[in-house]
T-cell receptor, first 111, second 111 residues
Framework: DTEVTQTPKHLVMGMTNKKSLKCEQH?????MYWYKQKAKKPPELMFV???????INESVPSRFSPECPNSSLLNLHLHALQPEDSALYLC??????????FGQGTRLTVV | GEDVEQSLFLSVREGDSSVINCTYT??????LYWYKQEPGAGLQLLTY?????DMKQDQRLTVLLNKKDKHLSLRIADTQTGDSAIYFC???????????FGTGTRLKVLA
């Protein structure tokens, strides 16, 4: 099983809403990642959790709040987003810094 | 520095071979990857190569790595219309959780 599952697949939210993106993997990977991808651009790293601890935050605005409840789950809590935050949000996992597997992404639209 | 470059666009006829090229600058990479992204979807790991190898073949895919020139290529034999997508090369950097992505090459396969 090399699957990373993300929910929901699509999300539309208003600028005053609070929502969460979820990611799950059962490959026993201890590193999990959030990436943001704008159309026709490569993914940009947002956060990395290693062994359930936040190890990298790429200067992401505080309206994005990651959480790693356990080694299989990763959440991204969203609050007071802006229209420019609309993008495809990708979750990935790897065994330490090895081969990374990506989910199908959540297409987020902020209205 | 960290920089990965790809040509933006490639068009081939169905049944021909496609060759997608990538150059990178960081010599401390551990693995180099090729990901495929279809419209609206996440990143699908196609293949990867360890940095001390120079070739890897997997069915229709052949990866060549020239570490001296920091050049990576992906050859797709007998290209099909289903291969039309954006292809990203990426490298993982030793001792970090960072994956550096190329700009992506849009492959269009003409029937």
């Amino acid at each position: 099983d090399t699957e990373v599952t993300q929910t929901p697949k699509h999300l539309v939210m208003g600028m005053t809403n609070k929502k969460s993106l979820k990611c799950e993997q059962h490959m026993g990977h201890r590193a999990m990642y959030w990436y943001k991808q704008k159309a026709k651009k490569p993914p940009e790293l947002m956060f990395v959790y290693s062994y359930e601890k936040l190890s990298i935050n790429e200067s992401v605005p505080s309206r994005f709040s990651p959480e790693c409840p356990n080694s299989s789950l990763l959440n991204l809590h969203l609050h007071a987003l802006q229209p420019e935050d609309s993008a495809l949000y990708l979750c990935a996992s790897s065994q330490d810094g090895g081969v990374a597997f990506f989910g199908q992404g959540t297409r987020l639209t902020v209205v | 520095g960290e920089d990965v470059e790809q040509s933006l666009f490639l068009s081939v006829r169905e049944g021909d071979s496609s060759v997608i090229n990538c150059t990178y600058t960081d010599s401390s990479s551990t693995y180099l990857y090729w990901y495929k992204q279809e419209p609206g979807a996440g990143l699908q790991l196609l293949t990867y190569i360890f940095s001390n190898m120079d070739m890897k073949q997997d069915q229709r895919l052949t990866v060549l790595l020239n570490k001296k020139d920091k050049h990576l290529s992906l050859r797709i034999a007998d290209t099909q219309t289903g291969d039309s997508a954006i292809y990203f090369c990426a490298e993982s950097i030793e001792g970090t959780y960072k994956y550096i992505f190329g700009t992506g090459t849009r492959l269009k396969v003409l029937a």
